[in-house]
Nanobody
C-alpha cells in the first residue's frame, strides 16, 4: 500500500558530506512524522532525525549541528543533509514514515529498505 524508496548512501571520508533522500508513494492520506533512523552493527536501531508535516524537527544529540532534515509535503519526500561526518556515523540508514493509509484510514509505520553510509579514510 505504501512504499519508501531511499537513495544517496555511500562511502565518504571523515569530515565529508552526504545527502540521503526518501520518496513515499502509494495510498497516502498524510505522513506525520517522516524521518531517518540508523542501525550500526551490533547496536539497536536509533532515531537520527524526524520532521512533522508542520516542519517541527527532532534530532539525536549526536547529530545536532551536523545533520539537517527537510521535507517536501507535496512531493512526499524527506532529505537528510549530513555534514562533518564521523566514523561513528557509519550505519545502515532507514527512512521511516508514519502514514495515514487511504482506504482503511488508519495510521501505520513504514520503513525503507535501508541505505549504507560508511565514513572511513
Amino acid at each position: 500500500q505504501v512504499q519508501l524508496v531511499e537513495s544517496g548512501g555511500g562511502l565518504v571520508q571523515p569530515g565529508g558530506s552526504l545527502r540521503l533522500s526518501c520518496a513515499a508513494s502509494g495510498k497516502i492520506g498524510s505522513i506525520n512524522p517522516m524521518g531517518w533512523y540508523r542501525q550500526a552493527p551490533g547496536k539497536q536501531r536509533e532515531l537520527v532525525a524526524d520532521i512533522t508535516s508542520g516542519g517541527s524537527t527532532n534530532y539525536a544529540d549526536s547529530v545536532k549541528g551536523r545533520f539537517t532534515i527537510s521535507r517536501d509535503n507535496a512531493q512526499k519526500t524527506v532529505n537528510l543533509q549530513m555534514s562533518s561526518l564521523k566514523p561513528e556515523d557509519t550505519a545502515v540508514y532507514y527512512c521511516h514514515a508514519k502514514v495515514l493509509v487511504l482506504g482503511p484510514f488508519s495510521w501505520s509505520d513504514y520503513w525503507g529498505q535501508g541505505t549504507q553510509v560508511t565514513v572511513s579514510s
